[in-house]
């Protein structure tokens, strides 16, 4: 019998929640610490997600928590219009030194979702200020997740973030997502599927590359069931966006600081796009933070009018707020003096065996990785999604770990500090739930 919560759960409406199945079993976390949380009746949680794919440097950072008193204690806000203060300008010279070559300013907002829209109006004045206003068109992938923002639903490709908000942005197309059945059980990056990033030709055919200002996508996809890129697959949008001056975005809200061995996807791949949106690691999920880092052209074509004119007409009270940067200032901190990038790079052969050592048991239909990611796709029973949430649910209350379910996809994406022994826990509690409720 798990204890009572410790507070009533009637009136916070909570967000992407089955909020009435949730209220009859509540699941409270109330402390946490490196890479465990603790439950409401005190049991000990295995980290297995990073929070929210946000604490890549694991919980209760002292430095942080040191960083953001200090800050509030000095300057608790500022105002970011025609106003500056040294945290959000230290800050973005810091990530600018992580971003790949090119991507040399950053505009801060507040969340993923923020990022998202910011970059794609960046991609409208952008087309605008250069003197292409016929560029108006987006394009982004089926399955594909960029926030809940108007821009971030109708660009991103999931069909239940859309259904319920009929007015969405127009002109928007969607290349197919890469989940291939012929790719199952691929270690890292599957060798199929890189053909498919030639549909850009077909929608740009289609509407004439003349009217399309950006493309957006995960470089890998995590909310829409982890997708690892094709080999190959993100060089092709690359070579296809830049043969007819399209705009290239990375959402980067996942797999920047370190998620996949480097700080940024981009730089692993080695492919530069124009922008790259992220929120999340940039401070360990400590407070509220997002960036868009943007190309030195794009930056380059708002600075051409008279000095005295506002460049962009966009920005939020919050926009490279003071505590907020000096969370991203000592996450940085932690990220570059233990080497977190480089240590999720070299764990990614231990994490991919693994994993993979759950190929054999029943109901696993695919296991896909990359970096310190991780997903265990179960065969749906008769309603999809129900599988995957007894396994989550399993895992909760009898193995001990957080592990996140995307319909019947199990996701893994635990801190970067995870060491081999708890990486070992880790997959040995999804296999006890696995075998036990799927
Ligand atoms: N883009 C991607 C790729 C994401 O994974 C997320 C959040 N999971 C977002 C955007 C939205 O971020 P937020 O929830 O901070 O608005």
Request: proline share 6%.
């Amino acid at each position: 019998m798990v204890a009572q919560p410790p507070v009533s759960t009637d009136s916070f409406w909570m967000p992407f929640t089955a909020n009435r199945q949730y209220k009859a079993e509540p699941r409270m976390l109330v402390a946490a610490e490196g890479m465990w949380y603790q439950r409401h009746d005190g049991t000990r949680i295995l980290d297995g997600t990073a929070g929210l794919w946000c604490t890549n440097a694991g919980h209760g950072r002292a430095a942080i928590t040191r960083a953001v008193s200090e800050q509030i204690h000095t300057m608790d806000y500022a105002p970011p219009f025609q106003m500056g203060h040294p945290p959000a300008f230290e800050l973005a010279q810091r990530l600018v030194g992580h971003t790949p070559e090119g991507l040399n300013q950053v505009f801060f907002t507040n969340s993923g979702s923020e990022s998202a829209d910011t970059a794609l109006k960046i991609a409208l004045a952008y087309q605008r200020a250069r003197g292409q206003h016929q560029r108006t068109r987006l394009i982004g992938r089926d399955k594909g997740y960029h926030g809940v923002g108007f821009g971030g639903i109708s660009v991103g490709g999931m069909g239940n973030n859309r259904r319920a908000f009929p007015v969405q942005l127009p002109g928007v197309d969607h290349l197919p997502h890469t989940l291939l059945p012929e790719a199952a059980f691929s270690r890292g990056m599957p060798e199929q599927g890189a053909h498919l990033a030639d549909a850009l030709e077909d929608i740009l055919a289609l509407h004439g590359p003349e009217n399309v200002a950006a493309v957006m996508v995960e470089p890998m996809a995590g909310s829409g069931g982890v997708i690892i890129p094709p080999r190959g697959y993100l060089q092709r949008l690359r070579e296809i966006t830049l043969k007819h001056d399209i705009l290239l975005i990375f959402d980067e809200v996942i797999t920047g600081f370190g998620r996949v061995g480097e700080a940024f996807a981009a730089n692993r791949l080695g492919v530069t796009p124009d922008m790259i949106t992220a929120a999340k690691g940039l401070t360990n999920g400590a407070i509220p933070m997002g960036a868009v880092f943007v190309s030195d052209t794009i930056h380059e074509a708002f600075m051409q009018g008279p000095e005295e004119a506002i460049e962009l007409f966009h920005g939020y009270t919050y926009s490279g707020h003071p505590v907020a940067a000096a969370a991203g200032l000592a996450s940085l901190d932690i990220y570059e003096q233990e080497d977190l990038f480089q240590r999720a790079l070299e764990l990614e052969a231990y994490w991919e065996d693994a994993l993979h050592s759950l190929r054999d048991l029943p109901n696993v239909k695919d296991i896909r990785n990359m970096g310190l990611v991780g997903a265990v796709e179960l065969e749906a029973d008769d309603k999809p999604g129900a599988r995957g949430y007894r396994v989550y649910r399993h895992c909760f209350w009898e193995s001990n770990a957080l592990v996140r379910c995307s319909v019947d996809t199990i996701a893994l994406s635990p801190p970067l500090i995870i060491s081999q022994d708890e990486i070992d826990q880790l997959v040995a509690a999804l296999k006890k739930s696995i075998l036990a409720a799927a």
